[in-house]
T-cell receptor, first 114, second 114 residues
Framework: AQSVTQLGSHVSVSEGALVLLRCNYSSSVPPYLFWYVQYPNQGLQLLLKYTSAATLVKGINGFEAEFKKSETSFHLTKPSAHMSDAAEYFCAVGSGGSNYKLTFGKGTLLTVNP | NAGVMQNPRHLVRRRGQEARLRCSPMKGHSHVYWYRQLPEEGLKFMVYLQKENIIDESGMPKERFSAEFPKEGPSILRIQQVVRGDSAAYFC????????????FGQGTRLTVV
């Protein structure tokens, strides 16, 4: 069984500040991990994914995430927030490289203040 | 290459009516997945289909819900005798494979039961 916990349903940062969105996972098999972004009334867009290669994964829009097996974490970061980053972010886990039957966290709403 | 197309974007149904949600996968994609997003929740897997076959429906409610992906035409998620608890956003995703490829999500259908 797999599960994802996103700590903090709402994160608020100032423009230019560091963005840190937390994700912890539970998986009985080597996980494949994903971060998706959802803008209002839009579908989900893949930001980045971890597929057992490099533990530091770079994605689109300046985001990156680091896989830490010992901490079962896959936190999402961006050095400097932009107003356009305001959205909801979902962490998800799959197994065996599969994008089938992903298990999603409840999401973190990111607000960026001017 | 158009993305995953879902229609309608918004659907309002009275209790007891039927809801039909359509999903046209990306060109060349033969794997379709349906997810449901309840308010303030993450996406929950419902069903995985390939052309003319249901591969995994473990996330589908046992009653009133059905899905199909015919040889020709879009995938359909059908909800009979809708109740208020069915109000949610329903997302469809498609992929060309089930491993090591990205699943692309549509913009979703927001169902409101009144």
């Amino acid at each position: 069984a797999q599960s994802v916990t996103q700590l903090g349903s709402h994160v608020s940062v100032s423009e230019g500040a560091l963005v840190l969105l937390r994700c912890n996972y539970s998986s009985s098999v080597p996980p494949y991990l994903f971060w998706y972004v959802q803008y209002p009334n839009q579908g989900l867009q893949l930001l980045l994914k971890y597929t057992s290669a490099a533990t530091l994964v770079k994605g689109i829009n300046g985001f990156e995430a680091e896989f830490k097996k010992s901490e079962t974490s896959f936190h999402l970061t961006k050095p400097s927030a932009h107003m356009s980053d305001a959205a909801e972010y979902f962490c998800a886990v799959g197994s065996g490289g599969s994008n089938y039957k992903l298990t999603f966290g409840k999401g973190t709403l990111l607000t960026v203040n001017p | 290459n158009a993305g995953v197309m879902q229609n309608p974007r918004h659907l309002v149904r009275r209790r007891g009516q039927e809801a039909r949600l359509r999903c046209s996968p990306m060109k060349g994609h033969s794997h379709v997945y349906w997810y449901r997003q309840l308010p303030e929740e993450g996406l929950k897997f419902m069903v995985y289909l390939q052309k003319e076959n249901i591969i995994d429906e473990s996330g589908m409610p046992k009653e009133r819900f059905s899905a199909e992906f015919p040889k020709e035409g879009p995938s359909i998620l059908r909800i009979q005798q809708v109740v208020r608890g069915d109000s949610a956003a329903y997302f469809c995703a498609s992929s060309s494979l089930t491993v090591n490829t990205e699943a692309f999500f549509g913009q979703g259908t927001r169902l409101t039961v009144v």
